[in-house]
């Protein structure tokens, strides 16, 4: 008998409640109609809360550091930032299939080919955004209490950290229902909280600044795309938005779902992204020695400090308790026998030993910039992948079929791998680490090119159309239809 029928993803005989009192125990079982709930302007403020984050901050300042000026970083911002529309655009395939985007993507990769997807793509994105978030809040965390005596600086950090990925766990746990009703409220907070942090950092901006030595020709493009680069892992790394979408009713227009989800990424991304450029323009190069956070507690006045801190906990807990819960999620589509529940508290307390390591081994700004670069040689393709396929099944999606996980289902492709989705993905990835341009890694098309950066229009044009154009080939011939 079909899985479709049995095992964990039925809803049979279980009840299942989407209600913000109690844990949602739902994982990645199918939701029925009479089940389905809420509009698409609800995923506004659900995007819009994990973006007035800290790290904005961070990777604007870092365009100042690559040696833009502040225009030249303005328009960088506002390019990357279009980028939300992918993140949007695939988010309505969860209430099109009722059901997680790691089951969604057995579509695109096979089902077998599907599980090594999600367990690498799925697991290195979730770790990522866990500890870079996590990281931000121990830094500052720890340095408003170094300044108030408690200045152990191994375990200071480490007490912050596990008491906000333990208050974080506890939100994924909650799920889908705490997640809608608290975080319109959270995002509202953090608007005020970063505003008001803003409003100190302008006096200090430079509004007259340029670099020691402007950019021109080559090194002006290099600067320019390795800052794109930067930013675009933001919105690509997000191939989880069906997830957080998919409680919606069927007929919720997809371009609706689209705009909020888009909108609410962007807002926050390109204002305090762009403060981040403002910031940097008024701190001395021994600032960024000490930290960025270091140097925002230094501009700040005294109540204000704690108040920030605040602010970056709560955007901490409102991303990754996102990340925790989707990828709890992915869990589950891997195969492993696991509820939802336990599966999102093994996944927080990987994302917390690996918070914890680059805690006592790295600053905020090294740790982001280099993880958020690399990111997006897995990041950039799949985004690609996810969205043809989307647009090219206009949105058709049948559960019954991504369940379907026996020989001869629909999505058994090739022995079970999707060939098509599998050479687009591992060639985009390919195409986009020989463009890459980071610190530590430079490939041989970025050395060609002068160190500018095209991974990743170039890495995801790949994988968007080799997958477009094999998956028209007997390659891309599906099961039953």
């Not at 506890?170 to 009703?181: K, M, P, S, T, Y």
């Amino acid at each position: 008998m079909s899985e479709a029928t049995t095992g964990p993803e039925t809803t049979t005989g279980t009840a299942f409640v989407d209600a913000s009192t109690q844990p949602e125990t739902r994982g990645i079982e199918v939701i029925g109609d009479a089940e389905r709930h809420g509009r698409a302007r609800d995923l506004f403020f659900v995007w819009a809360a994990p973006g007035v984050s800290i790290l904005n901050f961070t990777i604007g300042a870092t365009l100042i550091l690559l040696g833009l000026e502040i225009w030249q970083a303005f328009a960088v911002i506002v390019a990357a930032a279009l980028l939300w529309v992918f993140p949007g655009v695939i988010a309505a395939s969860g209430p099109a299939a009722g059901t997680s985007g790691s089951v969604v993507t057995r579509a695109m990769y096979g089902i077998i080919g599907n599980k090594l997807f999600v367990a690498f793509v799925g697991w290195f994105i979730g770790a990522v955004f866990l500890s870079l978030t996590w990281l931000a809040s121990s830094f500052m965390g720890a340095d408003l209490l170094r300044r108030v005596g408690l200045d152990d600086p191994v375990w200071v950090p480490i007490g912050v950290t596990i008491v906000v990925s333990a208050v974080t766990i506890l939100v994924a746990i909650f799920g889908h229902g705490l997640i809608l009703r608290i975080y319109p409220i959270m995002a509202i907070a953090l608007f005020v909280i970063f505003v008001a942090v803003s409003a100190f950092i302008l006096p200090t901006v430079d509004w007259a600044y340029r670099p020691a030595e402007p950019l021109s020709g080559v090194g002006l493009w290099s600067a320019i795309s390795v800052g794109f680069t930067i930013l675009a892992s933001t919105p690509l790394s997000f191939i989880n938005s069906p997830d957080i979408a998919r409680y919606l009713p069927r007929s919720t227009r997809p371009s609706h779902i689209a705009a909020a989800t888009a909108f609410g990424g962007a807002v926050p991304f390109v204002v305090f992204t762009a403060v981040g450029v403002l910031l940097a323009t008024g701190l001395k190069a021994s600032a960024f020695d000490a930290g960025i956070d270091v140097a925002l507690f230094d501009l700040l006045p005294g109540w204000l400090a704690p108040v920030l801190v605040i602010g970056v906990v709560l955007n901490t807990i409102a991303l990754n308790a996102m990340t925790t819960y989707t990828s709890s999620m992915a869990l589950q589509a891997i195969g492993f026998r696991l509820r939802r529940i336990p599966a999102a508290i093994i996944v927080g307390v990987v994302g917390t030993a690996l918070t914890i390591y680059l805690v006592l081994s790295s600053s905020l700004l090294q740790a982001a910039n280099l993880m958020l670069q690399f990111l997006v040689i897995v990041s950039g393709p799949a985004m690609a992948i996810y969205v043809v396929d989307v647009l090219r099944r206009r949105y058709v999606y049948d559960s019954v079929d991504l369940f379907d996980t026996g020989r001869g289902g629909r999505y058994w492709f090739t022995g079970g791998w999707s060939l098509p989705g599998v050479i687009a993905l591992l060639a985009g990835g390919l195409v986009t680490a020989l463009c890459l341009s980071t610190d530590v890694w430079t490939g041989p098309v970025g050395v060609a090119l002068g160190r500018i950066d095209l991974s990743v229009p170039l890495g995801m044009a790949v994988a968007a159309v080799l997958y477009a154009l094999l998956g028209r080939t007997s390659l891309g011939k599906e099961g039953r239809a």
